[in-house]
């Protein structure tokens, strides 16, 4: 072999040697991909955009809203991702949930039920079960939870009919029922009486609310510009007086559209007609005040209901002074009418405390 060959040979063995160095083991099990942004019930997708779901990644067919992926065909399924099936897939090392700890979209919490929940938004530690700042809990088995339904809420649709007879075409049984997954602890709670006490107290203070389920809007439309806070720093985008009473339980001002939108995912503040124009919305505004408003009082109507306070802390919270401690006593009793026919159809009793 000439001293030339020799050389090209070598020199070509070394490339191939160096190659073989710089060109990765295959490797047994390849990574799972990273997981796109947490895919958002509220949110908009057109064809092509992804998101991730239950541990893997989707790519949407075509315009979708509200569609779960792995449920929808307008989802098609990308694999997995995030290199773990998490809450998901049976994992149970997830941190418990800690009220005031920040948390961002697609975290996963422990919470006190053994379930995990998943962060929809960032948030500052809101309540897995009150508050749909986090959604569609998983057993740590694996399976998601069954979230509430028309076929497991405490009041079936005939006697909603009977406790409604002159309502308001726009509030819906669907409606109302559409509205309990973004608080499944409400009327979820405590024994079946319990239960069916809150129900009966919520359905009581909307039905003194809105005249019996007939009135959508504020009748006196001389307030009308009275709700808009101009302090708050986003001011009033939808107009001094687009800030009225509105729903089951008469949502009003700039700052409370802001908050109850924030919470359920929906812009009210730039939107607050979706409040007169979409049953479901109107619902969920009213199970926002009920689960996590103090309002004038010093507890939630739902954690009146559920840690025995009674009735009477329900009406506190929602017009305090104005109604309570002799504020106005004709108003307070019609409340309790309403209650006390309520928990009736439901077959059970009202409890103690029914006035305040």
Avoid at 253 to 263: L, Q, S
Wanted: aromatic share 12%; proline share 5%; charged share 10%.
């Amino acid at each position: 072999m000439s001293r030339q060959r020799l050389i090209a040979l070598l020199t070509a063995l070394a490339v191939a040697v160096g190659l073989a160095l710089t060109v990765p083991l295959a490797s047994t099990a390849s990574a799972a991909a990273t997981c796109a942004g947490a895919w958002n019930s509220s949110s908009v997708y057109t064809g092509g955009t992804s998101a991730s779901y239950n541990s893997h990644n989707w790519q949407a067919k075509w315009w979708t809203q509200g569609e779960t992926p792995g449920v929808a065909t307008v989802w098609a399924d990308q694999g997995a991702c995030g290199g773990s099936s998490g809450g998901t897939g049976g994992s149970c090392d997830y941190p418990a949930w800690a009220a005031g700890h920040a948390y961002v979209a697609g975290d996963i919490v422990r919470y006190t039920d053994g379930n995990y929940y998943i962060a929809e938004h960032d948030n500052p530690g809101y309540d897995p079960v009150i508050s749909t700042w986090y959604w569609d809990p998983y057993s740590c088995g694996g399976g998601p939870t069954t979230p509430p339904s028309s076929g497991s809420f405490v009041v079936s649709e005939a006697q909603f009919n009977q406790m409604f007879p002159n309502r308001n075409s726009f509030y819906t049984y669907s409606g109302l029922t559409a509205a309990l997954s973004a608080y499944p602890g409400f009327a979820n709670t405590g024994s079946d009486t319990v239960k069916k006490q809150e129900a009966a107290a919520f359905l009581a203070n909307v039905s003194h609310e809105t005249g019996g389920l007939v009135y959508i809007v504020e009748q006196n439309t001389a307030n009308y510009s009275h709700y808009c806070d101009a302090t708050q720093p986003y001011g009033c985008p939808a107009g001094q007086s687009a800030y009225y009473g509105r729903g089951p339980i008469q949502l009003s001002w700039n700052f409370n559209y802001k908050a109850a939108g924030d919470a359920l995912g929906i812009d009210l503040l730039h939107n607050p007609n979706l409040v007169q124009t979409d049953s479901a919305v109107a619902w969920k505004t009213g199970l926002w005040y009920w689960n996590t408003q103090n309002g004038p009082g010093t507890m939630t109507p739902h954690n009146a209901m559920v840690n025995g306070a009674g009735f009477g802390e329900t009406i506190r919270s929602i017009n305090g002074s104005i109604e309570c401690n002799g504020g106005n006593p004709a108003q307070v009793q019609s409340r309790i009418n309403a209650y006390q026919s309520f928990v009736s159809i439901l077959g059970v009793p009202a409890g103690n405390n029914l006035s305040c």
